[in-house]
């Protein structure tokens, strides 16, 4: 079996990602394809609009075989981190071929500027901080510093899933991971566009999000050519979004010693300070963010720093976590993935979790510290993630 794996997030799974994985199957020839998706907290720092549960079985219905979830300390991380959850999480899936949407590139472009980087590393690592802008973010001043060192790179580097393609390709060659990579290019919208247009079959996730905010305006997206399955969650669920944690998050700096702060995973060094200041007048997520951002923290890091406040998780905790992974959670697969899985997992190195329970609940304590966090959205409304839970099995 050739199998073919895939990072995703779907937040929410709209016409892009069904394209994405209908054209990474028919270009890899995949008889398997994997999907390693984020749970119920995501890259970028902020929640899933809806639960993992009812995203991975959105991706079973439109082409993925089997669902897994990329570990908690691993999906809220900068791209390098990310990556390296995700390619690990697939690699001990087996998968031949990884897969990812790009705004630019083919496969053998990330690879071979992944060679050229890291034959480099320490060079660059040394000038970017004395090289660097001080009003540029760290992505625009790292793409500036490659053009400069490593002018062979041709990739766009300020591009979102460039970025995420290059860390999956670094990480490949790091490990000397003999996985092949297939890109499919971005098709119709950009990843930041803000507004879908009405012949728009293909949306920005950023814009349907922004849409979900106004009701008068989901009216509208709800007539859009969204999977069905999609649409039926949007509109029968619990749209999560940060200011739901808002109040939890701001007692929890108020509560938290400026020693306790420096300590949060990711805090930079003296930011404790603006954070427990801004914190006393601050409204809303959006007010808080926007009064603590400058040009190098962006709000995306922003968002993990609160991320991991809200979770109160120091940095030691942290390190250790991201060493490697210690299970695999497997969320959902069809019958295809059935088969494959009852092939693989013998030849795993570490636990597939099928079901959380007391025996295994140590080993995943911090992904169900997270979703029980990402209850408190709507208690009442948002299902246990973790207990009681069993994989979706499609027919």
């Known amino acids: 079996m050739k199998v073919c794996g895939v990072v995703a997030e779907y937040n929410p799974f709209h016409n892009g990602h069904l394209y994405q994985l209908a054209e990474a199957k028919k270009k890899t020839g995949a008889d398997v394809l994997i999907v390693a998706m984020s749970g119920n907290f995501l890259q970028r720092g902020e929640p899933a609009v809806i639960d993992k549960w009812q995203r991975a079985q959105t991706a079973l219905s439109h082409g993925a075989d089997i669902v897994l979830e990329i ?230 890091r922003l968002q993990r720093i609160c991320f991991y406040i809200l979770l109160d998780k120091t940095k030691e905790e942290m390190e250790k976590r991201i060493d490697h992974l210690n299970f695999i959670r497997l969320l959902g697969f069809n019958r295809t993935g059935q088969t494959y899985l009852s092939e693989i997992k013998r030849q795993l190195e570490i636990p597939l979790v099928t079901n959380v329970s007391q025996k295994n609940s140590a080993l995943v304590a911090h992904d169900i510290t997270v979703s029980e966090v990402y209850r408190l959205a709507e208690h009442d409304r948002i299902k246990s993630q973790d207990y009681k839970r069993k994989p979706i099995k499609m027919d």
């Open 71 to 300: 570990p908690a300390a691993f999906s809220v991380q900068p791209a390098d981190l990310f990556a390296k959850g995700a390619v690990e999480l697939l690699d001990l899936m087996g998968i031949d071929v990884l897969s990812f949407g790009s705004e630019s590139g083919d496969g053998s472009d990330f690879l071979l500027s992944a060679a050229m980087y890291l034959e480099k590393e320490e060079e660059i690592n040394e000038l970017f901080k004395p090289e660097q802008e001080q009003k540029l973010t760290y992505a625009k001043n790292m793409s500036r510093l490659l053009a400069k060192y490593l002018p062979e790179i041709k990739l766009d580097l300020t591009q979102p899933n460039n970025i995420l393609g290059f860390a999956y390709a670094k990480e490949l060659q790091k490990k000397n991971r003999s996985i092949g990579i297939q890109t499919v290019r971005r098709k119709s919208s950009h990843y930041h566009d803000q507004e879908i247009g009405s012949g728009d079959e293909i949306a920005s996730a950023t814009a349907i999000r922004k849409m979900l905010s106004s009701s008068k305006e989901w009216e509208t997206a709800s007539s859009l050519p969204f999977p069905e399955e999609t649409k039926t969650s949007l509109v029968n669920s619990k749209l999560v979004k940060w200011d739901d944690f808002f109040p939890y998050l701001k007692y929890r700096i108020t509560t938290t010693s400026l020693e306790g702060l420096s300590q949060i995973y990711l805090m930079e060094q003296g930011l404790e300070y603006r954070v427990k200041a801004v914190i006393k007048e601050a409204e809303d997520m959006a007010g808080f963010l926007t009064a603590l951002k400058t040009k190098q923290l962006s709000w995306t």
